[in-house]
């Protein structure tokens, strides 16, 4: 069963019971009593990360919530929010007091799965009949995901002689996997040991196996670092800094 079915499942049948906790007449504690927040201003704020890298098939984001002199409501009350991106859905998280306990915690959702739709997610309240708080006083961030990339770099010196090898990598959502990125762009940039400016050395051009080797001769024992571009669906990355 794959992820995305997993997940419509879960939103069901979490919903669900949530929906019969609040309503079930004779269950105490069950009905909404006088917590629910009213207010002008913003009063219950998600905290979601502002940038993700897939690097795996299932990412958790680790949501939270923060309220105004703290979160504490009767049971039954939730904060939604649903990631909206490219006019669909792509995740909902739910927050609700759980097991009696007055603290809301997440009790559905905040995963990335590689399947996802990439680009910037818009977390949107949603409103029902058990929103703790309406849409407008909840607040809506955005996440922006993408996949992740690798950028690995070997420095060898030989007398004169200064061997560069390159390497690129990225996640691929069809092979749920890292693997040779192949039409990356990038820069491999120097500075002289004992300086601070970073001078372009050469532009990065992966062959079909992801790499590039050439060589250059200098006399200066010099510092390198190799970077890939940043795309639209993909975010760049650094190699560790060598010396030669």
Excluded at 102 to 116: C, E, H, I, R, S
Excluded at 159 to 182: C, D, E, F, M, P
Excluded at 225 to 237: E, Q
């Amino acid at each position: 069963m794959n992820w995305q079915i997993l997940r419509r499942i879960a939103a069901a049948v979490v919903t669900a019971a949530l929906t019969v906790l609040v309503a079930a007449p004779g269950v105490s504690g069950a009905v909404p009593g006088s917590s629910r927040l009213r207010g002008a201003a913003i009063t219950v704020t998600l905290t979601v990360p502002r940038y993700v890298a897939i690097a795996k098939q299932q990412t958790f984001l680790a949501p939270g919530i923060t309220c105004p002199g703290g979160c504490t409501w009767d049971f039954g009350w939730r904060a939604t929010w649903t990631a909206i991106a490219a006019g669909k859905p792509q995740e909902t998280v739910i927050f609700s007091p759980y097991d009696m306990v007055p603290m809301p915690v997440l009790v559905q959702g905040g995963y990335v799965y590689d399947t996802d739709q990439l680009g910037v997610w818009a977390w949107t309240p949603v409103s029902d009949a058990y929103a703790i708080v309406p849409p407008d006083q909840m607040n809506a961030p955005v996440t922006d995901v993408r996949l992740g990339s690798r950028t690995s770099l070997a420095a060898i010196r030989s007398g004169l002689k200064v061997t560069l090898t390159v390497g690129a990598a990225r996640y691929w959502q069809s092979k749920h996997n890292w693997a040779a990125y192949t039409s990356a762009r990038g820069l491999v940039e120097f500075r002289n040991v004992g300086t601070t400016t970073w001078r372009s050395l050469r532009e990065i051009h992966p062959n079909s196996g992801g790499w590039e080797t050439w060589s250059y001769y200098t006399s200066v024992k010099r510092e390198y670092r190799a970077y890939l571009y940043t795309t639209t669906y993909i975010w760049g990355s650094q190699s560790p800094n060598r010396i030669a």
